[in-house]
């Protein structure tokens, strides 16, 4: 399983577009980028899942280069309730869902 | 999304004793489901894949005899930590996969365990 990295942590305010990078230079061509969001004592969250270009739902975005080798989760307009950590994961298409997490992305969004 | 089912929430039990935790897949069918653990401020660490009808796959370093896994049905996981000491006080968090098609895992809430 392909491993990622992604900044410790990152603070924000209010009304603001957040862009969270990740690296995953050894990824393989079945594996799909996948996104989660955890909150403080809770199972984390699918957020989204994309395996190229631009992927959009209704909370969030994901871009991801030709070469696949990193990807970008776009939050728009985040609010205090977006504080929590992220997690970018690559998993192998059609091979259960077994995810390696990495150290994530703690968001602090300010008022 | 689907939706998984962790009980208890939190748990407090004292050293030696046994401690059962279930995960259940409410609304969906689950032939594999993961157990991860997670210390204060860490992330998610992988413990094992149960497979439903067969023998668990532990990770590198986690002990099968000291945390057991059934997974009797599709639809129920259970993950047994014996003997429990302080140092398995923990966030223990499942995850599961529809039994069909290529989706994403859904979590459960977690259990907080705490050994006294």
């Known amino acids: 399983l392909a491993k990622t990295t992604q900044p410790i942590s990152m603070d924000s305010y209010e009304g603001q577009e957040v862009n969270i990078t990740c690296s995953h230079n050894n990824i393989a061509t079945n594996d799909y980028i996948t996104w989660y969001q955890q909150f403080p004592s809770q199972g984390p969250r699918f957020i989204i899942q994309g395996y190229k270009t631009k992927v959009t739902n209704e909370v969030a975005s994901l871009f991801i280069p030709a070469d696949r080798k990193s990807s970008t989760l776009s939050l728009p307009r985040v609010s205090l309730s977006d504080t929590a950590v992220y997690y970018c994961?690559?998993?192998?298409?059609?091979?259960?869902?077994?995810?390696?997490f990495g150290q994530g992305t703690e968001l602090s969004v300010k008022p | 999304g689907a939706v998984v089912s962790q009980h208890p929430s939190r748990v407090i039990c004292k050293s030696g004793t046994s401690v059962k935790i279930e995960c259940r897949s409410l609304?969906?069918?689950?032939?594999?489901m993961f157990w991860y653990r997670q210390f204060p401020k860490q992330s998610l660490m992988l413990m094992a894949t149960?497979?439903?009808?067969?023998?668990?796959?532990?990770e590198q370093g986690v002990e099968k005899d000291k945390f057991l896994i059934n997974h009797a049905s599709l639809t129920l996981s259970t993950l047994t930590v014996t003997s429990a000491h302080p140092e398995d006080s923990s966030f223990y968090i499942c995850s599961a996969v529809q039994t069909s098609g290529d989706t994403e895992a859904f979590f459960g809430q977690g259990t907080r365990l705490t050994v006294v």
């Open positions: 149960s497979n439903e009808g067969s023998k668990a796959t532990y």
């Open positions: 609304d969906f069918q689950a032939t594999t």
């Open positions: 994961l690559v998993r192998i298409y059609n091979q259960g869902g077994k995810l390696i």
